[in-house]
């Protein structure tokens, strides 16, 4: 059974940093993507970040470009989020995703960890 498992989210100031991880466990996740999505108050869940496990390319949404970091420990199965100068509107609920194969949907998906960008 595939777990992927968040933690790191919480309350900081704006232009603070914070870091998720997802534990992910349950099947090998070569050829997959892993990926951040997030979802704010009242919005549809939204693409934030995502790397390729094999190869490790990364893809981010414009939104967070340059102050977002995804990153992947392969031998702990964790992947990361490293989120730094943070706005309000980085509000929302994180969640990790990963895929199948590389090409395939999102098919596994985490509970979600809240972080709060306080103005």
């Known amino acids: 059974q595939v777990q992927l498992v968040e933690s790191g989210g919480g309350l900081v100031q704006a232009g603070g940093s914070l870091r998720l991880s997802c534990a992910a466990s349950?099947?090998?996740?070569?050829?997959?993507?892993m990926g951040w999505f997030r979802q704010a108050p009242g919005k549809e869940r939204e693409f934030v970040a995502a790397?390729?496990?094999?190869?490790?390319?990364?893809y981010y949404a414009d939104s967070v470009k340059g102050r977002f970091t995804i990153s992947l420990e392969r031998a702990e199965n964790t992947l990361y989020l490293q989120m730094n100068s943070l706005k309000s509107e980085d509000t929302a609920v994180y969640y990790c995703?990963?895929?199948?194969?590389?090409?395939?949907?999102?098919?596994?998906w985490g509970q979600g960890t809240q972080v709060t960008v306080s103005s």
């Open positions: 349950g099947r090998t996740f070569n050829n997959a993507r």
């Open positions: 995703a990963a895929t199948r194969r590389f090409s395939s949907p999102y098919d596994y």
């Open positions: 790397i390729s496990w094999n190869i490790g390319n990364t």
